[in-house]
């Protein structure tokens, strides 16, 4: 069972951890600095047990995404990314003599776009790139670091970015609602895009568990708990509920989409 | 008494609160949108009693400040801005007939650079801008919504903050250690630079006082409690230790090397 996931943000806003808590691993990875002259993509591959299921899970980081002087080319690499895996399917599915059923499927399932917690909205470079990809792959926009806002900011700064989006015509990825077993839930989920997550490789010990937590001098902030942020939420929908889909709408519509308009060239 | 102070820094990096906090002002500001296509620079004048001291505060946002998708301009827009107070004050002093005593200062004494706390280091934006203001202003660089930065954190982060500015050769300003009646409290300051601040225009009782807070619902960050960030630090050396000796090393330093290579072209 093979699942991709490309997380897009600017340096530093705990895209790692929040994969780390999301997957229980320590992805090894090396804190990037923040003058890389332009966006390197760095994948990582493991092989992981959810729930009975073996996973062999990639997930794709954007290193160096938004931190140069001229931002416009950091979207063209995960662009440029993106295809590049339709391509390489598309090849393999070409071919006379081919085995789909035991090529490694690069293509990207989920683009996780964090969003930076200014409080006031999407950036530029966030709508321009969300644009670029929304016929490419399936965007969930997840506001990083969540423990920066407020309660009462968080439900404007959500407010503000939906209706920004849309005024943009951007299609974010809907977790979907025509199968009745999961219907209910992914509807209530839809409403709490984007999801306001907190990440964290530092447990506390809670009674006699250790909970996954962030310390700060006037509290601690835990990343499992519901009425702190939206962690929870983000997991279930990614993991338990949703992945199928994800995978089915990537080979049907995405990846349909570019070979379309490839063998139309 | 006048004092002109220059807040650079992102869109939504909690600059406008920091300075409601630090003099006590709701200063009207209507949040700016992300996605201006160019920087914007809005002053507001203040006349305000701070200890017996009455004070013509100016102070000017860079509004869109490396939130284009080019943010090459960003910085130039803050240069230009620089000098031309700078050539303001040069046209006065050359006249035939002047008044500088009633002539009205414009010249930026502080320029308050605000980091984005990603707990990684600074980014390339944040090096070039520096390095071109600090042979024209005097910079004091902030960690910005530092409530995002547990404290083992902090301590790294401040530490390579310093590291990439003496590396890039950028010389921030010293609280001056020369005058004996300030020498041990700035030596102590100087310390602790980048300050890490919060600001808040919410106020929380506690006790029989309201004190300004950011309410979370893990705790409650205390703007003016020295043990949650550096917010006292920075009100201290600013406003009541350093103000004088700011305005005269913008004068007799910053603006006469303004003035040689102005008049030497
Ligand atoms: N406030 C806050 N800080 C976080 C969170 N997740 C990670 N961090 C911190 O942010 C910094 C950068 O995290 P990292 O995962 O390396 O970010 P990346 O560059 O996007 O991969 C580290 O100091 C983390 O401890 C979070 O949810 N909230
Ligand atoms: N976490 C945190 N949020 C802050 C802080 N100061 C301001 N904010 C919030 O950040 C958002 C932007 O603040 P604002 O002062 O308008 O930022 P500006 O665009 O830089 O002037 C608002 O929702 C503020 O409530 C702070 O110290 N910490």
Redesign the interface.
């Known amino acids: 069972f093979i699942f991709n996931i490309l997380c897009i943000g ?4 705990g895209k790692s951890t929040l994969m780390d808590s999301l997957f229980n691993t320590s992805f090894e990875s090396t ?5 890389l002259p332009a966006v390197k993509l760095k994948a990582h591959t493991y092989e992981l047990q959810e729930s009975s299921v073996r996973l062999k899970l990639t997930i794709v980081d954007t290193v160096g995404y938004g ?6 080319d950091s979207f063209k690499s995960v662009v440029d990314y993106i295809d590049a895996q339709f391509e390489a399917y598309l090849q393999e599915e070409l071919k006379i003599k081919r085995s789909l059923h035991t090529y490694h499927d690069t293509r990207t399932h989920v683009c996780l776009y964090f969003i ?10 966030d ?2 790139c969300m644009k670029k990809l929304d016929t490419k792959c399936n965007i969930i926009p997840i506001i990083a ?1 969540a ?2 806002i ?2 009462t900011e968080l439900q404007k700064f959500k407010s503000k970015i939906i209706s920004e989006l849309q005024s943009n015509g951007v299609n974010i990825y809907q977790f979907p609602i025509d199968d009745e077993s999961v219907a209910d839930v992914n509807t209530q989920m839809n409403a709490h895009v984007p999801f306001a997550v907190v990440g964290s490789t530092d447990f506390v010990r809670v009674g006699n568990k250790m909970m996954r937590s ?9 990343v499992e ?1 519901e ?2 942020c939206d962690f929870v939420k983000l997991r279930e929908m990614l993991i338990r509920t949703n992945m199928e889909d994800m995978r089915e709408k990537t080979h049907n519509r995405h990846y349909e989409l570019y070979r379309k308009k490839r063998l139309e060239q």
């Open positions: 600017e340096t530093g806003l804190p990037s600095p923040h003058n931190d140069q002087v001229n931002k416009e930076c917690p200014t409080g006031h909205g999407l950036k530029s470079i709508l321009v670091k423990d920066t407020s309660k962030r310390q700060y001098p006037w509290g601690t902030v835990q708990n009425s702190h």
